[in-house]
Structures are given as structure tokens and as C-alpha cells.
């Protein structure tokens, strides 16, 4: 896959960072909401940041290894929940529209009865659904047999561009979740794969797997990292992750092409965009990481990224829940760097 980063803007960071040291605080005393502030600012291009408008992407798929046992809910699970996001149920949706977060839901894959999806009705005007063209394709059993091939690959990649390109024109922020029974055992496999790690390192209870259902997981891990290990970074997305994981990569992709700002909810999201990091570390200065959840997996994997979550709230949900738990931070930070008075327009003496 081919996409064009921008770089940051040093003189919009000069110029933000200028500012932080003239409004009325302590140099510093606003911790990391005043470096969010400049870094924000020097992926936008200016000096006054901003994260909204914003919008919420969540695609949906479901997986052949969840008929191995891997999880203890069943496949039908997904598009229950899809239906769920779409009249409002899911807690997802639930903390968009608290904080005014428009919401797209993306069919990339889902088993089911999608025409009750397709026709749901929508309860207002901040969600959305729609199904990418990718989502009849077939899918493989990821212990055997890439999950996809390069055609299914690029489509998947493509819808998660398209999902971008429908969001308003002036959207700052973009957060990217997912949901598909069985994809924390994909994010296993390609961390494990990516970086090297051993599968019972990285796999984690998901969904509540435990005993023989973990057991299952962890050998699917490890036969898949047998089979992908030494791959590219994108061909290690292609062999062992599914359809919302390459959507994901695209959208973001996408997005910080459009300097927008992108936050990465939980291990799902974080396994779908680390390849795109290893291929081009320069994505790294437009991408915040929302926070470190429960899953084993997903702290090795920050760690390996050698980035810094902004919450370790114990979330393991997905879904981008993690990423819409942190937006208010980003919010603030771009509040307070944008309208507090300085010291000479407040009348207030500065330190000596």
C-alpha cells in the first residue's frame, strides 16, 4: 500500500510552543496538556489546534478462527452488535453522542442477517451505516491460510480511506475502533508475528477466554506466527489480521493525510495501525495512542511502539471507547492553549 504523510509544521510548533510560555500558568504546570497542545498544533499546521468537529469510525467484521473456540461468545454476536451500535445500545455510541462525537459504522465483513442491518433504523442524525464493498469477500482461517488475499487486502484498506473521505470536510480528529468476535486473536497474532513476541506473551483473555478457550488461543497464535513470522510489516496485516484491522490502517492513513489528528482506542486498533508505524514512523507524529488496556498484548505492544498512552483505565471493550475516553483530555488541552489570556492580556505580572 502507498500513502503520503505530511510532516509536522516547525514553525506552527515554534509559534504553539511560544505561546504555551506566555499564557497565565506556570511554564509546565498544565503537564502533558500543554504538550499535547504544540504537538497537535505542529501536525495541523498551526498555531490555535483544535480536535473538533470529530467523529468516531467503527468497522465490523467477523473471522473463521472464531469457530475454533477461541472466544467464548459466538460469531452471531457481531452483527447483534453492529445492530446494537446502530440504534445507540453500545457504549461506544453511548460516549459519542455524550460528547458530541459523530459516529460511522462500517459493515467490512459481518456474518449475519445483514439486510436487518441495512435497514435499521438510524436514531438520529450522528450515526451512520453503511456496507463497504469488501464485505462479501471470503475470509481465511487465519492458523492454516493468510486471512486475505491482496485484492481483499487493498479493498479492505479502501474502505477504510472511503470512511474517511465521508466524514465533514473540516473533521480535525478521527478515532478508530472495531468489532468482530474473535479479533483480539488476530491483534495476538499479528503483535506476535510484527514484533517478535511469544504467543503466550501476547494473548490475552479477550472477551473472557480462559482455560481451554485460552489454551486454544494461544496455539492459534503461535501456529500463525510461525507461518507469517519475517514478513513486511503490511504483508503481516494482509496474513494474519482481518478486514476491520486493514480498514483501520487505511483510515488512518487516510486521515493523517488530511493532518487530521488520530486517536487509537484499544489492542485491536493499536495491532491494525503498528504496521503502518513500522513502515512509515513519520505517521507517528499525527497518531495519539488513547490508553493501555488489559490485554497482555497491548502493553508489549505500546512498549515495542515505545509510545505513551494517554489512560490506563483497565479497558479491554474496544470498539473505540478507549479512544472516546480520551478525547475530552485532547480537548482540553486545545481549549486552554486557545483561550487563555496571556500574561499581558490578563494584566497579570509574569515571573521574574
Given at each position: 500500500m502507498?500513502?503520503?504523510?505530511p510532516?509536522?509544521?516547525?514553525?506552527s510548533?515554534a509559534?504553539?510552543?511560544d505561546r504555551?510560555?506566555r499564557?497565565t500558568?506556570?511554564?509546565?504546570s498544565l503537564g502533558?496538556?500543554e504538550?499535547?497542545?504544540v504537538?497537535?498544533?505542529a501536525?495541523?499546521a498551526?498555531?490555535?489546534?483544535?480536535?473538533r468537529?470529530?467523529?468516531?469510525?467503527?468497522?465490523?467484521?467477523?473471522?473463521p478462527?472464531a469457530q475454533a473456540d477461541?472466544?467464548?461468545y459466538?460469531q452471531?454476536?457481531?452483527?447483534?452488535m453492529?445492530?446494537?451500535?446502530?440504534?445507540?445500545g453500545?457504549?461506544?455510541?453511548?460516549?459519542?453522542?455524550?460528547?458530541?462525537v459523530?459516529?460511522?459504522?462500517?459493515?467490512?465483513?459481518?456474518?449475519g442477517?445483514r439486510?436487518v442491518i441495512?435497514?435499521a433504523?438510524?436514531?438520529?442524525?450522528?450515526i451512520?451505516?453503511?456496507?463497504?464493498?469488501?464485505?462479501d469477500?471470503?475470509?481465511?482461517?487465519i492458523?492454516?491460510?493468510?486471512?486475505?488475499?491482496?485484492?481483499?487486502?487493498?479493498?479492505?484498506?479502501?474502505?477504510?480511506?472511503?470512511?474517511v473521505?465521508?466524514?465533514?470536510?473540516d473533521?480535525?480528529c478521527?478515532?478508530?475502533?472495531?468489532?468482530?468476535?474473535?479479533?483480539?486473536?488476530?491483534a495476538?497474532a499479528?503483535?506476535?508475528?510484527?514484533?517478535?513476541?511469544?504467543?503466550?506473551q501476547?494473548?490475552?483473555?479477550?472477551?473472557?477466554?480462559?482455560?481451554?478457550?485460552?489454551?486454544?488461543?494461544i496455539e492459534a497464535?503461535?501456529?500463525?506466527r510461525?507461518?507469517?513470522?519475517?514478513s513486511?510489516?503490511l504483508?503481516?496485516?494482509?496474513?494474519?489480521?482481518?478486514r476491520?484491522?486493514?480498514?483501520i490502517?487505511?483510515?488512518?492513513?487516510a486521515?493523517?493525510?488530511?493532518?487530521?489528528?488520530?486517536?487509537?482506542?484499544?489492542?485491536?486498533?493499536s495491532?491494525?495501525i503498528?504496521p503502518?508505524?513500522?513502515v512509515?514512523?513519520?505517521?507517528?507524529?499525527g497518531t495519539i495512542f488513547?490508553?493501555?488496556?488489559s490485554e497482555?498484548?497491548?502493553r508489549?505492544?505500546?512498549e515495542?511502539?515505545?509510545?505513551s498512552?494517554?489512560?490506563?483505565?483497565?479497558?479491554?471493550?474496544?470498539?473505540?471507547?478507549?479512544?472516546?475516553a480520551a478525547?475530552p483530555?485532547l480537548?482540553?488541552?486545545?481549549?486552554?492553549?486557545?483561550s487563555?489570556?496571556?500574561?499581558?492580556?490578563?494584566?497579570?505580572?509574569?515571573?521574574?
Amino acid at each position: 500500500m502507498r500513502w503520503s504523510m505530511p510532516a509536522p509544521c516547525e514553525l506552527s510548533r515554534a509559534a504553539a510552543a511560544d505561546r504555551q510560555l506566555r499564557l497565565t500558568k506556570p511554564p509546565g504546570s498544565l503537564g502533558r496538556l500543554e504538550s499535547l497542545a504544540v504537538e497537535i498544533a505542529a501536525w495541523q499546521a498551526t498555531d490555535r489546534p483544535q480536535v473538533r468537529p470529530a467523529s468516531v469510525l467503527i468497522f465490523a467484521a467477523d473471522h473463521p478462527i472464531a469457530q475454533a473456540d477461541v472466544s467464548p461468545y459466538p460469531q452471531s454476536v457481531t452483527a447483534a452488535m453492529v445492530k446494537n451500535f446502530i440504534r445507540g445500545g453500545a457504549a461506544s455510541v453511548v460516549m459519542a453522542q455524550t460528547l458530541g462525537v459523530g459516529v460511522q459504522v462500517i459493515d467490512v465483513g459481518v456474518v449475519g442477517p445483514r439486510e436487518v442491518i441495512s435497514r435499521a433504523a438510524l436514531p438520529n442524525s450522528s450515526i451512520s451505516f453503511w456496507r463497504a464493498a469488501v464485505a462479501d469477500a471470503d475470509e481465511a482461517d487465519i492458523r492454516w491460510a493468510d486471512a486475505m488475499t491482496s485484492d481483499v487486502f487493498a479493498s479492505a484498506w479502501q474502505a477504510g480511506c472511503d470512511a474517511v473521505a465521508t466524514v465533514l470536510p473540516d473533521t480535525r480528529c478521527v478515532i478508530l475502533g472495531e468489532m468482530g468476535i474473535a479479533n483480539s486473536t488476530l491483534a495476538a497474532a499479528v503483535t506476535s508475528g510484527l514484533c517478535n513476541f511469544a504467543p503466550d506473551q501476547v494473548t490475552g483473555p479477550g472477551t473472557g477466554a480462559a482455560g481451554s478457550c485460552l489454551a486454544r488461543k494461544i496455539e492459534a497464535v503461535g501456529q500463525v506466527r510461525a507461518r507469517v513470522s519475517g514478513s513486511p510489516p503490511l504483508e503481516i496485516l494482509r496474513r494474519a489480521g482481518g478486514r476491520e484491522l486493514a480498514a483501520i490502517a487505511g483510515a488512518a492513513t487516510a486521515a493523517l493525510a488530511r493532518r487530521m489528528v488520530v486517536i487509537v482506542d484499544g489492542f485491536i486498533a493499536s495491532a491494525a495501525i503498528a504496521p503502518v508505524l513500522a513502515v512509515d514512523p513519520a505517521a507517528r507524529a499525527g497518531t495519539i495512542f488513547s490508553h493501555v488496556g488489559s490485554e497482555p498484548g497491548h502493553r508489549a505492544l505500546l512498549e515495542w511502539l515505545k509510545v505513551s498512552p494517554l489512560l490506563a483505565l483497565g479497558m479491554a471493550l474496544g470498539e473505540g471507547t478507549g479512544g472516546l475516553a480520551a478525547f475530552p483530555l485532547l480537548d482540553l488541552a486545545c481549549a486552554t492553549h486557545n483561550s487563555m489570556l496571556t500574561f499581558a492580556e490578563a494584566g497579570v505580572p509574569d515571573r521574574v
